[in-house]
């Protein structure tokens, strides 16, 4: 077929026309190879010109389409429609970013910004002639919720998924319903029992047609995928099997044990934040007289940050202990005190009814605790900096706010469930901003503490939001996945297992060696980082092939390659920062010439030398921040693939400083400036 590319250059006002000479970018895309019509519009985002985008495709019999306007991270989806519209694939488009990457980046240069432009165009030109159709995968999906922890989040979840009309398997590793609410005594701030919360929530549920719950019992396995999950239980050595067609996990959190902390383990008198519970909710506390309540144990320093909720719990429990006897001394020893919005009321009239004393002691987190001999007491002492002295008290009780972590279930269902978690064993959701309540792996949610620590109120709230999040695909029947996805060429495949093993979200099957492997495409997320590690080049990702890209590599080093540094971005993290940097009109040479995939697990080797080869000045791969990545470790293969590239080049003999990385997140533009400014000062550019 002969390819027919339409570009449409947008002047977006001032935004690209007020810097880049748009008709000049236009003249010089009428003039490329495979392009039959070129022209400017002044929005083309607007209905009005999108209208015209369609008429242009049917009066040119255009079959391929460039857009270069502003990033496709928020506006690729409404030219997909155009074009779908006019009757074209929607993949046969190709987004160029000529305002973040040009025009507000390079706004002091004028014509160095309109040459940039113009190879960006080239660029696109170039992919777009070898873009192929593809096809969104539309699943359909039942209505059954599997939950996995029966706490707070998971009862709530249970509850609102139920209500909506679907039914539930809530399942919980313990014997009962409720999970660290059933060692808790009141909750803050509203002072409510904890064990009337836990009844009230079991009671409904029991009484719910809709809600059937497995105790003693936990996830075993996990096949399938959205829609079409097969799952297996485990419950005191039976098993059980049940389809689902989504899943959210609630697994809670942990406490963790300041072992050999400010003297925890030594005296018994020094207990946690939830032991104190525990003995306020069976009344087993005793009187006691006098109780320091030391704040930020295991927290706040260089493995984690703040807990989040300790500062309300101590706070609690501090006016649970002056309830209990109204003369004890209460000290709460604080670095400083993390409360939000209405807690914050609840904070000071306790402090101020209940004559609770603050102590600020230093950063460096020096309190001193040891025996006196008396009858078990102790004597502690810190280093006051309000006051500027050292101050020292004789309590008889205490009580350590310590930091949390995940349940200890996590490590195990990350990889049941192909999902991210921290080091901290909390589960890592798709995007904080994006998708908060989402894994990247469609059609698992997530919500309480799981995910981090967090008060009640935000748990119920985080449980709601997880509920609704997995009804409204049970509600439409069905989700519609992007066609981005795997391709095996079977005949170059040697069925080395090697992509399914590379594959984190279990989406390429491998039976052995006598036959290649399949594609499951419900499952692919499209990376492309088994494409990248395939030894033979068997691989390809519909709309990022090999091809495509090594295309995007030739067009941009055709001219003056020795000045242009190509950067991968993926488009998740790296784009985003590259966008705020254009937001923010952080300005950089002109050097870089951006190639966007979607993750760096995509960048293969060959990309890099191609590059290389062609005299690039330099090659940037920028992806998402560490220990985070969209697609759970696309950035660790990424960076691996590097360290082996640049070993295999340094033993030829050939210079490896040209090839730098960078891990952004998507906030991160200052850093991607910081880096381009680094690397053209480095390798003496000066554009």
């Known amino acids: 077929m002969n390819v027919r590319v339409g570009v449409f250059v947008c002047n977006c006002g001032t935004n690209i026309g007020g810097v880049v000479n748009v008709a000049d970018v236009v003249e010089y895309a009428s003039q490329l190879d495979g392009v039959a019509f070129a022209e400017e519009g002044k929005w083309i985002c607007s209905v009005d010109y999108l209208s015209k985008i369609k008429e242009s495709i049917a009066e040119h019999k255009l079959n391929r389409v460039v857009v270069a306007c502003c990033t496709p991270r928020t506006h690729e989806p409404t030219f997909k429609s155009t074009i779908k519209e006019a009757g074209l694939n929607p993949y046969l488009l190709e987004f160029v970013s000529i305002r973040e990457q040009s025009s507000w980046v390079h706004k002091s240069n004028p014509k160095l910004a309109t040459e940039k432009a113009k190879d960006l165009v080239k660029m696109g030109v170039a992919k777009a002639i070898l873009l192929e159709p593809g096809e969104d995968i539309r699943i359909s999906v039942g209505k059954n919720c599997l939950i996995i922890g029966g706490g707070l989040a998971g009862m709530t979840a249970a509850l609102a998924v139920a209500d909506q009309g679907f039914k539930v398997d809530l399942i919980e590793k313990n014997s009962k319903l409720g999970g660290i609410l059933n060692k808790l005594d009141t909750l803050a701030p509203f002072d409510i029992d904890a064990g009337e919360i836990v009844n009230d929530k079991i009671g409904k549920i029991t009484k719910h047609d809709n809600i059937k719950v497995h ?16 799952v297996k239980l485990g419950n005191n050595g039976n098993t059980e099997e049940l389809e689902a067609s989504t899943i959210i996990a609630a697994t809670g959190m942990n406490e963790i044990e300041p072992q050999g902390l400010i003297g925890y383990g030594k005296f018994p008198n020094i207990i946690t934040q939830l032991q104190l519970d525990e003995k306020l909710r069976s009344k087993s506390l005793g009187k006691v007289k006098n109780v320091a309540i030391i704040n930020c144990v295991n927290s706040r320093n260089e493995e984690r940050g703040c807990c989040n909720i300790g500062c309300l719990v101590a706070i609690k429990n501090a006016v649970t202990i002056k309830e209990l006897n109204k003369d004890a001394k209460v000290h709460i020893f604080y670095r400083d005190i993390n409360i939000e919005g209405e807690d914050v009321n609840y904070f000071k009239e306790a402090v101020r009814k209940y004559d609770i004393k603050l102590i600020r002691y230093p950063d460096d987190g020096k309190i001193e605790v040891f025996g006196n001999g008396k009858n078990g007491a102790l004597t502690l002492k810190t280093y006051d900096i309000l006051i500027g002295k050292e101050f020292k008290i004789n309590p008889d009780l ?56 967090k008060s009640i109120r935000e748990t119920i709230e985080e449980s709601l939001g997880a509920a609704m999040r997995a009804g409204i695909p049970m509600k439409k029947g069905y989700v519609e996945a992007e066609g981005i996805v795997a391709d095996i060429n079977k005949e170059l495949c040697n069925s080395c297992g090697l992509c399914a093993k590379t594959c984190e979200f279990g989406a390429i099957e491998f039976v052995d060696k006598t036959q290649p492997p399949n594609v499951i495409k419900a499952l692919c997320k499209g990376c492309g980082t088994c494409a990248a590690e395939c030894p033979n080049d068997a691989i390809d990702i519909v709309h990022y092939t090999n091809e495509q890209i090594l295309a995007q590599v030739d067009a941009a080093l055709e001219e003056r390659p020795e000045t242009k540094i190509i950067a991968f971005c993926c488009h998740w993290c790296a784009l985003g920062a590259v966008d705020i940097a254009g937001v923010s009109r952080f300005e950089y040479p002109t050097n870089i ?55 295999k080049l340094s033993k030829k003999n050939i210079d490896t400083s040209k090839i730098w990385d960078v891990w952004l997140s998507a906030a991160d533009g200052p850093k991607f400036v910081a880096t381009v400014k680094n690397m053209v000062e480095e390798l003496k550019l000066g554009r």
């Open 215 to 230: 105790t003693n019992t936990e996830l075993e396995d996990v096949k399938g995928h959205i829609g079409n999950y097969k």
């Open 593 to 647: 010439q951006i190639i966007r995939v979607m993750c760096s697990g995509r960048v293969d080797a060959k990309f890099i030398e191609r590059a290389l080869e062609l005299n690039a000045a330099g090659v940037l791969v920028a992806g998402c921040e560490f220990p985070t990545c969209h697609y759970i470790n696309g950035n660790d293969k990424c960076k691996d693939r590097i360290e082996r590239l640049k070993k």
């Open 398 to 453: 205490v009580v350590l706010t310590t930091g949390f972590q995940g349940d200890s279930t996590v490590e195990k269902l990350r990889g049941l469930l192909k999902v991210s978690a921290n080091p901290d064993g909390f589960f890592q959701e798709a995007h904080i901003k994006l998708r908060p309540l989402d894994f990247a792996n469609d059609g698992i949610y997530l919500c309480g503490c799981a995910r981090n620590p």
